[in-house]
């Protein structure tokens, strides 16, 4: 059953509701990613869960000791895949937000911004930190970390240049 039946059947019973129900989705695995044109065609909104979309995407269990070294969000695929669902929101009309530990990271912040995105949802401890960088860095400084990241073939290319680039910014910050 879809929203448009359940509004449908209300109506016929009667039973009075909105017909402006904003729907959303979560995008937290890559088959969703792949998919996220056909789904911009049916949500208003998405909001990107780093945790699950990079453990399902690397195929690392970040809760198993043996291979959670290998869960890391500087991975170049999972840069490749965040610009293309940022992209894809940005050209269906659909919002789109994230959320995870990525999102309360610095060392990602300025990529994030620069890739499109302005909604965050992080732990209120991180809040402080990340507003700073925000209010330090430009659009079009944030969108040349941006492209320069997504240039890296490896993860540990990554983690070094954008940590040299938040710690332009934010040099008294242990990054």
């Known amino acids: 059953m879809t929203l ?11 039973t009075p509701c909105s017909n402006n129900i904003k729907v959303g989705m979560m995008l937290e ?3 969703a990613a792949i998919q996220v044109k056909e789904f911009c065609r049916e949500v208003d909104f998405m909001s990107i869960g780093t945790n699950d979309l990079i453990q399902y995407l690397l195929a690392v269990d970040r809760g198993n000791e043996r291979v959670s070294q290998f869960y890391t969000a500087s991975n170049p695929a999972l840069l490749r895949a965040l ?3 940022v992209r894809a ?7 789109c937000s994230l959320c995870g530990e990525m999102a309360g990271q610095p060392l990602y912040t300025m990529f994030l911004l620069g890739i499109g995105l302005r909604d965050f949802s992080m732990a209120p401890a991180n809040i402080p930190e990340v507003k700073k960088l925000i209010r330090l860095v430009t659009t079009t400084q944030a969108q040349r970390v941006a492209r320069r990241a997504l240039s890296f073939e490896t993860e540990r290319q990554v983690t070094n240049y954008l940590r040299d680039e938040t710690r332009k910014m934010l040099p008294e910050d242990p990054i």
Do not use: F, K, Q, Y
Request: glycine share 8%; net charge negative.
């Open 4 to 14: 448009h039946d359940a509004m449908e059947d209300l109506e016929e019973l009667g």
């Open 83 to 85: 610009r293309d669902v």
């Open 29 to 31: 695995t890559p088959a």
């Open 89 to 95: 929101c940005a050209h269906g009309n659909a919002d």
